[in-house]
T-cell receptor
Framework: EPEVTQTPSHQVTQMGQEVILRCVPI?????FYWYRQILGQKVEFLVS????????KSEIFDDQFSVERPDGSNFTLKIRSTKLEDSAMYFC??????????FGSGTRLTVV | EDQVTQSPEALRLQEGESSSLNCSYT??????LFWYRQDPGKGPEFLFT???AGEEKEKERLKATLTKKESFLHITAPKPEDSATYLC?????????????????FGKGTHLIIQP
């Protein structure tokens, strides 16, 4: 069964550093998403991406965040200057616009 | 105010003891209600999407139902491997700017433990 692949599985970074989280979505998906889950809290929507541009974004997705789909396959989330409160699991997800959305296994980001 | 409220927060059952998990929602333009299973340290795993009141879907020991205000996830004769956190989420385009690729709004989940 096709999977959404996320790398790295765990990243530790110093406060103020830039990080790039990577995702390889399922090839026939059209819609792509990033979510985050702070430890012990609910899954929160960050941003959606469709037709090579941002479609929706939440209030969490401020100027420190950006997304790209540079080569038609990889889908990245960049955090420009990480803060301690950015520590969370980040999930990439994708879908065809109907039915369910497939999530990756996540990247655990730890900011120290 | 939370748009998606799940109850109970945690539930411990004996193997074979059937029960139901509740998800109530307060959105005005429901496009879909989703159930996911999440194991510790993993991403949510898709179970069901429900679109309209009265709809039901089944998969193995799980059955999801939807009314105009809530959804239930019924677990029949559960096994220890059904232990997980079950997440409910809604897709409501009126809560966003209407760009089309609307994100999901999740509840906090029900942590289910099935004891052998």
């Amino acid at each position: 069964e096709p999977e959404v692949t996320q790398t790295p599985s765990h990243q530790v970074t110093q406060m103020g550093q830039e990080v790039i989280l990577r995702c390889v979505p399922i090839s026939n998906h059209l819609y792509f998403y990033w979510y985050r889950q702070i430890l012990g809290q609910k899954v929160e929507f960050l941003v959606s991406f469709y037709n090579n541009e941002i479609s929706e974004k939440s209030e969490i997705f401020d100027d420190q965040f950006s997304v790209e789909r540079p080569d038609g396959s990889n889908f990245t989330l960049k955090i420009r200057s990480t803060k301690l409160e950015d520590s969370a699991m980040y999930f990439c997800a994708g879908g065809q616009g109907v039915g369910g959305y497939t999530f990756g296994s996540g990247t655990r980001l730890t900011v120290v | 105010e939370d748009q998606v409220t799940q109850s109970p927060e945690a539930l411990r059952l004996q193997e074979g003891e059937s029960s139901s998990l509740n998800c109530s929602y307060t959105v005005s333009g429901l496009r879909g209600l989703f159930w996911y299973r999440q194991d510790p340290g993993k991403g949510p795993e898709f179970l069901f999407t429900l679109y309209s009141a009265g709809e039901e879907k089944e998969k193995e020991r799980l059955k999801a139902t939807l009314t105009k205000k809530e959804s239930f996830l019924h677990i029949t004769a559960p096994k220890p491997e059904d232990s997980a956190t079950y997440l409910c989420a809604v897709q409501d385009p009126t809560q966003r700017s209407g760009g089309g690729a609307d994100g999901l709004t999740f509840g906090k989940g029900t942590h289910l433990i099935i004891q052998p």
